[in-house]
């Protein structure tokens, strides 16, 4: 099958390439090394080769998308075939439509409810069973229109990302039965189709770098307080809850304006067509044109480092988001079909997953939220397995994913915390159960309740994350108390706020405030990081109509420069502890977020007033950095001494406001042992030689206390011990 996803000539050939490398169903080729350098080093050759396949792709389609004559199972493999690439193993099986409603044994079966997919791909010890969908006639992103051809095919696909090289091989669990599709039994239903096909690949290196997540990984939980990316990186994330709907893009297939609770909720993100050139994305439709704003707005908020979207992806029925959706009939309210929560839009899946394919290669987590609280309980038990298990099985395989039970989650007609707490907890387990990538599991919290929401759930095995919907004022508190509360539980959480109820003002006359005490708030108090909301306000400026990105860029840009400071400027951050306690100013918060002995992470609402640090019970010679909130500049602040209290000098900059409402005396400090990263300057060894008396000599002998030759750690030792400290 034609990979949709090549963007250019030169990525066709690339495919051109390892299509004649591995032949066109996975086997490997038996090309010479010689036809390969040939094809790769010569562009006459290349030239022959792409207006060959060009010619074979337009002309031919029979050869690379197969009939419904085609042997069963028969598979494609698409995507680079690389560590922690997305790759796709497209099989042919039994012609369904995405319409069909009918029983297990019928013609016309539901092909997402009682059909199961499931593929074990193995490699050494590692072995991930993923489960797999209809994907109709494997092109349906390339469609406005919903018509027969469109909505059938034989195509059945699984999306997997491999976590070791080498090579992988995989076999297959094809079972039809009556909801065969939600059943987790490895034997429920009875064997079908293309059941017991097989196969291999082999997976190279990862060749991207940067912010692509497909250098990075899949980010899990790792029983931290921070996730970690499979390379080893830790993750702050810094991102937008606003808009919520991020999903109601009026390019999208089937989506229109469906339910207005409360303001119209459909987004062009037109303001963002100009932002598109800078990363090109897959367009869709007929025409393949499709779907440059959204793409813009995407690419916009990478430049200023945003790197998380909040997305609903169930917003009718009583939500906010009232033009999300992911069925094909979703209520009576869509006009010409019947209501069926069973049956999946897989023009619309299938381009909101080229979207997350994007969002992915810039480096930008989804955070899915499946439901609202005005809806969270208007899904049968098999509508929401089945709902789940859809969003698992199409969009899991990508490497940063949260998923979240939902928004203001209270299941509504519990009768008690326990009884909600026992509901969560079911459906956490069977996200778990159904998603082989172990990706981070949550509840968003109801406004207000943060402190008390997540007690019956600390200790469970499936919940890895807090979501926090509160009061800006509060958020360290619930950063630095949730965070020790599970730890104690056994099982230590990512303290994430996501939804601050005190709203970004569209003036930006309270983000001043907000900077303090929800973004650093958050993030000193060990969180996980912080994503923004704007609440109902003047349109376009609310939560549902914000497709207008620029109109917070100091939000987004400030946000970037407070995750820059944990992740550039504090040594292991993942180890450190929230400690209050240990610094005091004479007006407005101060923050202290450390690892003791050796690096003070503090922050300060007025760093102009009187500052003090307590460096009880250690020694040594500390060095101070200032760090500009606004700027994200760092300046040297002198130096202070360890063995009890020390006052703090004022930073050595200021910094102008640039809106109304910005507040300019707010800064970080970093103080952190001095020789711990295995250098004294002469300026440190001078620092000390001026408090002891000595004279002031600026060469390098003078700072080579033990005459050694070398100007090190020990020098500064000696003198510190001179001074009785």
Request: glycine content about 10%; proline content about 4%; charged content about 20%.
């Amino acid at each position: 099958m034609y990979p949709s996803r090549l963007r250019d000539d030169a990525d066709l050939l690339v495919w051109v390439t390892e299509q004649i490398k591995v032949g066109p169903c996975g086997g490997e080729s038996n090309r010479s090394g010689d036809d390969m350098r040939a094809v790769e080093e010569n562009p006459h050759i290349q030239r022959i080769v792409l207006g060959t396949i060009l010619i074979l792709i337009l002309i031919l389609p029979g050869i690379y998308i197969h009939t419904g004559h085609a042997q069963p199972g028969t598979s494609v493999i698409n995507g680079e075939r690389r560590l922690w690439h997305p790759i796709e193993v497209v099989f042919d099986g039994p012609r369904a439509c995405e319409g069909w409603v009918g029983g297990p044994d019928s013609a016309q079966f539901n092909p997402f409810r009682h059909r199961r997919l499931l593929v074990t791909f193995t490699n050494g010890s590692t072995s991930h069973t993923v489960p797999g969908f209809f994907n109709g006639n494997g092109q349906a992103a390339f469609s406005t229109e919903r018509t027969p051809d469109n909505e059938c095919g034989i195509k059945w696909a699984v999306r997997f990302v491999p976590d070791r090289t080498g090579t992988w091989t995989y076999t297959v669990s094809f079972r039809r039965g009556a909801d065969v599709a939600i059943k987790t039994s490895p034997t429920a239903g009875t064997p079908d189709g293309f059941n017991g096909a097989s196969g291999s690949f082999t997976v190279a290196a990862s060749n991207k770098t940067g912010d692509d997540f497909r250098s990075k990984g899949i980010l899990r939980y790792v029983g931290e307080h921070y996730p970690r990316f499979g390379n080893g990186e830790y993750y702050i994330k810094t991102g937008t809850d606003s808009p919520e709907n991020f999903l109601g893009y009026d390019q999208f297939h089937n989506t229109f304006r469906h339910e207005t609770r409360f303001q119209d909720s459909l987004l062009d993100y037109s303001t963002h067509l100009d932002d598109y050139d800078q990363n090109p994305g897959i367009l869709w439709g007929a025409n393949r044109d499709t779907g440059r704003e959204i793409y813009g707005a995407l690419n916009y908020l990478n430049s200023i480092g945003v790197n998380s979207v909040y997305m609903i992806t169930y917003g009718i029925d009583g939500g906010d988001s009232g033009a999300v959706w992911a069925w094909t009939c979703p209520n009576a309210l869509v006009p010409d079909c019947e209501e069926d929560k069973h049956t999946f839009d897989i023009s619309k899946l299938e381009q909101w997953e080229l979207v997350f394919r994007h969002m992915d290669e810039l480096g930008m987590q989804l955070h899915f939220v499946f439901t609202e609280q005005e809806n969270d309980r208007s899904l049968t038990d098999s509508e929401w397995q089945l709902y789940f298990r859809e969003m698992i099985a199409r969009f899991g395989a990508h490497n940063a994913v949260k998923w979240n039970l939902g928004e203001e989650n209270y299941w509504m007609s519990a009768s008690s915390d326990e009884e909600r707490w026992s509901w969560q907890r079911q459906q956490a387990a069977y996200i778990r159960e159904v998603d082989p990538f172990n990706h981070r599991i949550t509840a968003h919290s109801i406004n207000r309740e943060a402190d008390t929401y997540y007690e019956g759930l600390f200790g469970a095995p499936y919940f890895e994350a807090t979501s926090i919907q509160g009061e800006s004022v509060n958020f360290n508190d619930y950063a630095v108390n949730l965070r020790q509360r599970s730890a104690d539980n056994g099982r230590p959480w990512i303290i994430y706020a996501d939804e601050q109820f005190d709203r970004v003002d569209e003036d930006l006359g309270n983000w001043g405030r907000l900077r303090d005490l929800a973004l650093w708030g958050n993030l000193m108090g060990g969180g996980g990081g912080v994503q923004w909301y704007v609440e109902y306000q003047q349109i376009p400026f609310t939560d549902v109509n914000l497709d207008n990105f620029r109109s917070l860029e100091p939000v987004y840009q400030d946000s970037t420069i407070a995750r820059e400071f944990f992740e550039n400027h504090l040594p292991r951050y993942w180890h450190y502890e929230p400690a209050n306690d240990l610094v005091t100013a004479s007006d407005g918060n101060a923050y202290a977020f450390v690892e003791h002995g050796n690096y003070y992470a503090l922050y300060f609402e007025e760093a102009f007033s009187n500052k003090t640090l307590d460096l009880t019970g250690t020694s040594g010679l500390y060095r101070v950095v200032w760090y500009s909130p606004r700027t994200g500049r760092a300046e040297n602040g002198g130096a202070v001494v360890g063995g009890g209290v020390v006052t703090l000098d004022s930073p050595p900059f200021t910094e102008s406001a640039r809106f109304n409402g910005d507040s300019t005396d707010d800064y970080a400090a970093l103080v952190y042992r001095s020789g711990i990263d295995g250098t004294v300057t002469p300026v440190d060894v001078m620092y000390v030689i001026n408090r002891i008396g000595q004279p002031v000599n600026a060469s390098n002998a003078a700072a080579d206390v033990d005459g050694n030759g070398r100007i090190e750690a020990a020098d500064a030792d000696i003198l510190i011990e001179q001074l009785g400290r």
